[in-house]
């Protein structure tokens, strides 16, 4: 034991023995599908730097890692890195000052202008243009820069990963299970392509699927828009936020139940500025109270258009183009000089200032009524984007998630009750999201950095692509990168000529790669034995807010591939929000990063805090007063110096736990005490309950420190009978020896280095304590509470008296109703002896109270 025990330095000593000792390998050859507990570890995108929800919610993960270790379970816990996708491309743009330009030749010598991201090149003006090749070689340069530091973080918090399953999903073997697992869903007829209404971001020139949508509070305007029946009966009024989408127009629609146009549905007006004939059509969707009751019909402005299109049967007239300006030819239909030198003075302009040439348009010929009235409404963006998304008609691939298929959706609602949710009110997250979709899962993604999708087109004598007869790789050739690899029956003269082929040069999102996490860390097919010990998992373990998306693409894929759960337990952390009760993200600007944290306060210190929440609870966070983080520090010094002093005292030899052995009364309440401890942190850890059982062995550790260490300290060191000595050096070591391993996977650091002093092996890799270790023991009587209440009294009258703890106390009465009374007797020789009370006397009463008591060399 060292002179001092300290926190400082721990980390750095215990990191290093685990991984030389192997302490938390998974060792397959020990191993049946009985007695592994697999973890579905969430890979962290490894872009940037990590935030305090990552130890947030790892820690969690790890505390139920630690506890299914020591019950005796072969514990599978990886770590992967989400390395592709937009996070890890916008990172690379700005800490190299390049973006992508696919039309450039690739530089095999090319050094990027600049590193380290100072902002100079977050705008696209000031980026040099590169070669994907090029791009995609920074963004796996960087990426394994970010993971290694990212992988110190985590091994100072003391997270205990096997560090040998580890995957990147951007690798090889993840490119070659993620093309896999797409092929077979082509096969089965589960994978498409197809044209069609597309959510997009114009920033980023990409389709986003509906799972990655953000609604946010925006200012509108409705505008006042006059169309004309083709009858020439009186003009019919409507009132919409986009104006500018009128060459876009392809109907108007009100309810079938609105008495107001009853006479309109089925004929036709005529729209203003263009002159274009468009039909009045009856649709449930139309809201009698919204606006003028009729809406305009555009393809397209939002998604309730992409349903009256799709539903009503209605032509496409897409105006805008992937940039988010008009496109320069006008659709067909608008014939008038008047409306195409309208549209002409709308060709290549922005959304925005579209609407004002459209507004001073309308103005100016009369069709625009009144000012516009300002509104606020809601508006759809993409998660990781700061301009609205538009609507855009492009050729997609898509799997099918129930959207449109009712079994398929039934089917996934059944997984989900198959799943054990923690905390179980998460659940309706998951259910509601089912119900809710809309339409298929959108996963091809107009990016460079991901897995790409792997299928070529062949071209036609004019050198078009034929979609509908794509060209598919066997799962020998995976992976492959169709825009560098030739396809199957060509070579790469033939690649962009007539008669040849092209290549897809869209990429998997990245969710269609993190659907399979399982897969990718379970080596599916590549190691069947592995496979077969880890799945389905015991537990995924991951963060609300992505519920809809990694959770339920998990839970499709499984279902799709294999007709399984992928996991039977899902545990779901809450957020991290800062003192003003906003969750901390990178957008806002209010996070937190750990590893200055982890160095200020200690690891042990940090997980207390992270331990301290409940699963599905959000936690506040104030960095400038981290109180929670200090009583952790405070707690894990303890546990240092509490044992230290147990195990100064020189073990009794033969000592057991049969009842003459532990022969004091306030022994045996202790041990008795300890067992209840034992049984709940138990049952609320196999609960997922890692905070109540946090909480319960936390109160027990502080009442063994502050009351019974120090109520029979002196008989520990000898005052009394030998008997009594031993029973007092035995309670308090068994009682230490069993708190460490409770602690241990909360505290991995302090209980480690506490071990070591009377141990050759890890607590980790300990046995669970058990109530069976403690003998057979009465039940609790309240012992340990009513004396340490008597001693709280006794020093607390020797503080009044501005007297030392020491001096010595002439006589001393506790009065007590009389059964507590006839308790705390059988603890008398403990309290007179910490209390250093020469005459102890005991009195009735009607509470616990010390009376009557007397310091020696004083008068009272």
Same mark, same amino acid.
């Given at each position: ?13 215990? !990191?290093?023995?685990?991984? $030389? ?37 790892? $820690? ?34 700005? *800490? ?85 697992? *797409? ?20 920033? *980023? ?196 998630? !129930? ?93 962009? %000529? ?6 897809? %040069? ?277 012992? %340990? ?65 010390? %009376? ?9």
């Amino acid at each position: 034991m060292p002179e001092k025990p300290a926190l400082e330095g721990l980390e750095a000593h215990w !990191g290093p023995q685990w991984e $030389t000792d192997g302490t938390y390998r998974f060792d397959r050859t020990a191993s049946s599908r009985d007695n592994v507990y697999s973890i579905d570890t969430p890979p962290p995108t490894a872009s940037g730097s990590l935030h305090i929800g990552h130890v947030f919610s790892y $820690t969690h993960t790890d505390v139920k890692a630690r506890y299914e270790r020591m019950r005796g379970k072969s514990v599978f816990y990886p770590m992967g890195w989400d390395d592709n996708g937009l996070p890890t491309e916008r990172r690379v743009q700005n *800490f190299y000052g390049v973006r992508c330009d696919p039309s450039l030749p690739y530089d095999p010598d090319f050094a990027p202008p600049f590193e380290g991201g100072d902002n100079k090149s977050s705008k696209a003006a000031d980026q040099l243009p590169i070669s994907r090749r090029n791009f995609v070689e920074l963004c796996e340069r960087l990426t394994v820069e970010d993971e290694k530091q990212f992988e110190d973080v985590w091994r100072k918090l003391g997270l205990s990963v096997d560090w040998t399953q580890s995957y990147r999903t951007i690798g090889d073997d993840s490119q070659a299970i993620a093309q896999k697992a *797409f092929l077979r869903n082509v096969a089965r007829g589960e994978a498409y392509q197809a044209q069609a209404p597309t959510l997009w971001d114009i920033t *980023f020139r990409t389709a986003v699927a509906q799972a990655e949508l953000e609604d946010k509070e925006m200012p509108g305007a409705y505008h006042t828009l006059a169309f004309h029946p083709s009858d020439g009966s009186d003009d019919i009024l409507i009132k919409t936020t986009r104006p500018e989408l009128l060459p876009a127009c392809v109907a108007l629609v009100a309810h079938p139940d609105d008495e107001r146009f009853q006479g309109l549905f089925g004929t036709t007006v005529r729209t203003p500025l263009f002159d274009v004939e468009v039909p009045v059509l009856a649709h449930h969707l139309a809201q009698k109270d919204k606006g003028s009751g009729i809406a305009m019909v555009c393809t397209f402005g939002d998604t309730t258009d992409v349903v009256w299109w799709r539903e009503l049967d209605l032509p496409n007239r897409s105006v805008l183009g992937f940039d988010g300006r008009f496109v320069s030819e006008a659709p067909s239909v608008i014939t008038s000089p008047a409306g195409q030198d309208a549209y002409a003075q709308l060709a290549g302009k922005t959304v925005f200032s579209a609407k004002t040439a459209v507004v001073d348009l309308l103005k100016t010929s009369g069709e625009m009524l009144g000012e516009p009235e300002k509104i606020t409404h809601q508006v759809k963006f993409f998660e990781k984007g700061d301009k609205p998304l538009e609507i855009v008609s492009t050729r997609q691939w898509y799997i099918v998630n !129930g959207a449109r298929d009712e079994e398929l959706r039934s089917t996934l609602l059944k997984r989900g009750e198959e799943v054990a949710f923690h905390p179980d009110f998460m659940r309706v997250r998951y259910e509601n999201w089912v119900k809710g979709l809309s339409g298929d899962w959108l996963i091809s993604r107009q990016r460079f950095f991901g897995v790409p999708i792997p299928v070529w087109y062949p071209l036609d004598a004019d050198g078009n692509p034929v979609f509908d007869q794509p060209i598919l790789p066997s799962e020998a050739q995976l992976p492959v990168d169709p825009s560098s690899d030739t396809a199957p029956g060509y070579d790469e003269s033939q690649r962009g %000529v007539a008669g040849g082929f092209q290549g897809e %040069v869209d990429v998997m999102d990245t969710w269609a790669t993190s659907s399979l996490t399982p897969q990718l860390a379970g080596k599916w097919e590549t190691d069947p034995e592995l496979f077969s010990l880890v799945y389905p998992y015991s537990l995924r373990p991951q963060g609300q807010d992505i519920i809809r998306t990694w959770l339920f693409s998990t839970l499709l894929r499984a279902q799709l591939e294999g007709d399984s759960v992928p996991w039977t337990n899902a545990s779901i952390s809450g957020f991290i929000v800062d003192p003003d009760r906003k969750k901390m993200s990178k957008s806002k600007g209010n996070v937190v990063t750990p590893a200055a944290m982890l160095d200020d306060h200690g690891s042990d210190a940090v997980r207390y805090w992270a331990a301290s929440s409940r699963l599905g609870t959000d936690a506040a966070f104030d960095p400038q007063n981290p109180k929670q983080i200090k009583v952790g520090r405070r707690l894990a010094i303890k546990v240092l110096n509490a044992a230290k002093f147990v195990y100064s005292f020189e073990a009794p030899s033969g000592h057991t736990l049969d009842e003459g052995a532990v022969s004091a009364p306030l022994d045996r309440d202790l041990l008795a005490n300890f067992a209840v401890v034992i049984e709940s942190a138990t049952a609320s850890l196999e609960g997922y309950d890692h905070a109540k059982a946090l909480e319960t062995i936390e109160k027990f550790f502080w009442t063994f420190c502050d009351d019974y260490l120090e109520l029979v300290k002196e008989r520990a060191y000898g005052a009394g009978s030998e008997a009594g000595q031993a029973s007092a050096v035995f309670t308090l070591q068994t009682t230490v020896n069993g708190l460490l391993r409770l602690l241990a996977p909360y505290l991995p650091f302090a209980t480690e280095e506490v071990w070591s002093w009377t141990h050759d092996t890890s607590v980790h890799t300990a046995p669970w304590p058990t109530v069976a270790e403690l003998g057979a023991l009465e039940a609790p009587t309240g012992l %340990v509470d009513l004396v340490g209440r008597a001693l709280i009294g006794i020093r607390r009258a020797k503080t009044d008296a501005k007297a030392s703890q020491k001096t010595p106390v002439t006589s001393a009465t506790i009065q007590a109703p009389a059964d507590e009374l006839e308790s705390i007797k059988l603890a008398a020789d403990d309290l007179a002896q910490v209390g250093k009370i020469e005459t102890l006397s005991f009195a009735p009463g009607e509470e616990l109270a010390v %009376v009557d008591i007397v310091l020696a060399e004083q008068d009272a």
